[in-house]
Nanobody, 124 residues
Framework: QVQLVESGGGLVQAGGSLRLSCTAS????????MAWYRQSPGKQREWVAE???????NCLDSVKGRFTISRDNAKNTVYLQMTDLKPEDTGVYYC??????????????????WGQGTQVTVSS
């Protein structure tokens, strides 16, 4: 079993900053892509940023220059540093990861996993 646990959400005023963390745990062999998504009220979940295990990163145009994704491969952790937050950034932020893990019986299994989400609320 692989679990992703997010933390760092909260309530902040416009212009403020938050740092989200997401750690993968379990019988992990390798973590490949790690990404952040968000879902705002009444909207579909959207991709925000991603980080590959070779160091490449990419993010949504509307957050470029304000959000930075980074990761610590030794800790199987991905971060999302969010600055200059705007009310439209409000939503539940979800971590997603492509993980190769090993079952108790021995075989490897590749899967895509989601965290439970962390609420980010930006007041105007």
């Amino acid at each position: 079993q692989v679990q992703l646990v997010e933390s760092g959400g909260g309530l902040v005023q416009a212009g403020g900053s938050l740092r989200l963390s997401c750690t993968a745990s379990g019988r992990i062999v390798r973590v490949d892509n790690m990404a952040w998504y968000r879902q705002s009220p009444g909207k579909q979940r959207e991709w925000v940023a991603e980080s590959t295990n070779d160091g490449s990163t990419n993010c949504l145009d509307s957050v470029k220059g304000r959000f930075t994704i980074s990761r610590d491969n030794a800790k199987n952790t991905v971060y999302l540093q969010m600055t200059d937050l705007k009310p439209e950034d409000t939503g539940v932020y979800y971590c997603n990861a492509d993980v190769l893990s090993i079952l108790d019986s021995g075989p490897f299994v590749a899967g895509k996993y989601w965290g439970q989400g962390t609420q980010v609320t930006v007041s105007s």
